[in-house]
């Protein structure tokens, strides 16, 4: 069973940066590709992005240029680094990981592992 926690969210003002860390344990790591999500008030879940087990992240287009994933495996570590927030980052960011690929990784029920969430909140 794989633990996943995040931490690193908060408030911050638009135009600012936050960096979120999410720690994995219990499983072997670097066997999993690793995904951000998040959810805002009202809306579904959606996804931000993927480190594939091999290959080169990628993005949800309203983050591109703004956000970067990087993995630690040594760390067990993976995180997001969200720059040039806006108020419609608002949300509450989850962490998961993809032990068993599917073909489908930006669709939520791909992941078998999640994160308990932490709130960023990005104020004007």
């Known amino acids: 069973q794989v633990q996943l926690v995040e931490s690193g969210g908060g408030l911050v003002q638009a135009g600012g940066s936050l960096r979120l860390s999410c720690a994995a344990s219990?499983?072997?790591?670097?066997?999993?590709?690793m995904g951000w999500f998040r959810q805002a008030p009202g809306k579904e879940r959606e996804f931000v992005s993927r480190?594939?087990?091999?290959?080169?992240?990628y993005y949800t287009d309203s983050v591109l240029g703004r956000f970067t994933i990087s993995r630690d495996n040594a760390k067990n570590t993976v995180y997001l680094q969200m720059n040039s927030l806006k108020r419609e980052d608002t949300a509450v960011y989850y962490c998961?990981?993809?032990?068993?690929?599917?073909?489908?990784?930006?669709?939520?029920?791909?992941?078998?592992?999640w994160g308990q969430g932490t709130q960023v909140t990005v104020s004007s």
């Open positions: 219990g499983g072997t790591f670097s066997n999993y590709a």
């Open positions: 480190f594939p087990r091999r290959g080169t992240p």
């Open positions: 998961a990981a993809d032990a068993v690929i599917t073909g489908r990784p930006m669709d939520d029920t791909e992941y078998e592992y």
